[in-house]
């Protein structure tokens, strides 16, 4: 009996070992990834994204996509800042359209209806979004592929999992070797 226990303690300093080897390195990666991700829980009561403004004058026609493409490059390029869309979120029943830009974080809202800017707003979430799952190395360094991103996501999701598995054995095995001492 003596020898299984020490054989369960023997493993579970090995677990010790492995958990401590695993964390060390990937723990400023779990610090980002949770406070982070806390941020991004709380984005719409931190107010992080821009809320979604409503058309001024529903009577009046839908203006065409190509209008709101327009209007959008021309004011962010009165604003010295790129005009390259990322995408349009074109919401018809509010009346308005989402304009988002690829080199920065503006969003435009844009009243379908008039083609007015009802909101010039930093979307704060995307660049929290970026930093928690690494690929905000990729958009600075505008690589295409996405390497950073793919790397930091893969490393602390193996790690997690890891440190999951050997914490687990951390637990059970105190429990293991206590119940061998009390069968002694």
């Not at 962010?76 to 920065?104: C, W």
């Not at 007015?116 to 929290?128: E, N």
């Amino acid at each position: 009996m003596k020898e299984k226990r020490k054989k369960l303690a023997k493993q579970s300093r090995w677990y010790r070992k492995t958990h401590r080897f695993i964390a060390m390195p990937l723990v400023v990666f779990m610090f980002i990834l949770g406070a982070t991700g806390l941020l991004l829980t709380w984005k719409d009561e931190f107010h992080f994204k821009p809320p979604s403004q409503k058309a001024l004058n529903q009577e009046l026609e839908l203006i065409s996509l190509d209008s709101i493409q327009a209007i959008a490059v021309n004011y962010v390029t009165l604003q010295n800042l790129s005009s390259e869309i990322n995408r349009i979120d074109y919401r018809p029943n509010k009346g308005m359209a989402k304009v988002r830009f690829e080199y920065h974080f503006t969003e435009i809202q844009i009243d379908c209806h008039s083609g007015a800017i009802l909101s010039d707003k930093i979307r704060t979430a995307d660049l929290i979004e970026m930093i928690h799952d690494g690929s905000i190395l990729d958009y600075l360094f505008g690589n295409q592929s996405k390497p950073f991103k793919l790397f930091y996501s893969t490393i602390t999701s193996l790690g997690l999992i890891l440190l999951a598995f050997t914490g687990f054995w951390l637990w059970l095995k105190p429990k293991q070797i206590k119940m061998k001492k009390r069968s002694n």
